[in-house]
């Protein structure tokens, strides 16, 4: 079946740095690739949307400079969240889809802003 | 619209027990509605899928009965087992090859108890 690798699974970094989070599909082409925000006993809050070799499409209130979305290739895409502050602390989490594959999900990548 | 109503918001079942999950839509431009189980600290898994054409589909211990004039759908986990401990999500979207957002309810968080 379809495999989406995503790294890291955690992260600690300080308040005002960068971090980068990646999602890969590992058997197929990711033409979409959906990231997600969740926190504590919470549901997935859907963050962006982006397309192969687009600009991502933001939900309202998602700051677009603070979390960059690149999808520049079939089977790569990236998170990055710049000058990261506590309140960045999350779980994230990518789904790919592509090629009737459905929605796949990574396993997250558990946040934590010092 | 896009909300996606799930109750209840927990439930403990003993072991051998039915476990029941109801979910409700609004949205009549939804055409796939898959739960998902998820442990803590990992990605949402896929457990179950179903289309509006059939009113119940089963896996296994997993059944979805779906009522498309009610606009409501349902997990059934029969004989329930401690390793069904997780959180349940359902969620709906335009279709299921992954072209559109999912849109999730809140989560059910269940316990099987011995």
């Known amino acids: 079946g379809a495999v989406v690798s995503q790294h890291p699974s955690r992260v600690i970094c300080k308040s005002g740095t960068s971090v980068k989070i990646e999602c890969r599909s590992l058997d197929f082409q990711a033409t979409t690739m959906f990231w997600y925000r969740q926190f504590p006993k919470q549901s997935l809050m859907l963050m962006a949307t982006?397309?192969?070799?687009?600009?991502?499409?933001?939900e309202q209130g998602v700051e677009k400079d603070k979390f960059l979305i690149n999808h520049a290739s079939l089977t790569l895409s990236t998170l990055t969240v710049t000058s990261a502050h506590p309140e960045d602390s999350s779980f994230y989490i990518c789904s790919a889809s592509g090629g009737g594959t459905g929605y796949t999900f990574g396993s997250g990548t558990r946040l934590t802003v010092v | 619209q896009q909300q996606v109503k799930q109750s209840p918001q927990s439930l403990i079942v003993q072991k051998g027990g039915i476990s029941i999950i109801n979910c409700a839509y609004e949205?009549?431009?939804?055409?796939?509605f898959p739960w998902y189980q998820q442990f803590p600290g990992k990605g949402p898994a896929l457990l179950i899928a179903i289309r509006p054409d059939v009113s119940e589909k089963k896996e296994g211990r997993f059944t979805i009965s779906f009522n498309k004039s009610a606009k409501q759908f349902s997990l059934h986990i029969m004989d329930s087992q401690p390793g069904d401990s997780a959180t349940y999500f359902c969620a709906a979207s335009r279709d299921g090859a992954g072209s559109y957002q999912l849109t999730f309810g809140k989560g059910t968080k269940l316990s099987v108890i011995p």
């Open positions: 982006s397309n192969e070799g687009s600009k991502a499409t933001y």
């Open positions: 949205n009549t431009a939804f055409d796939y």
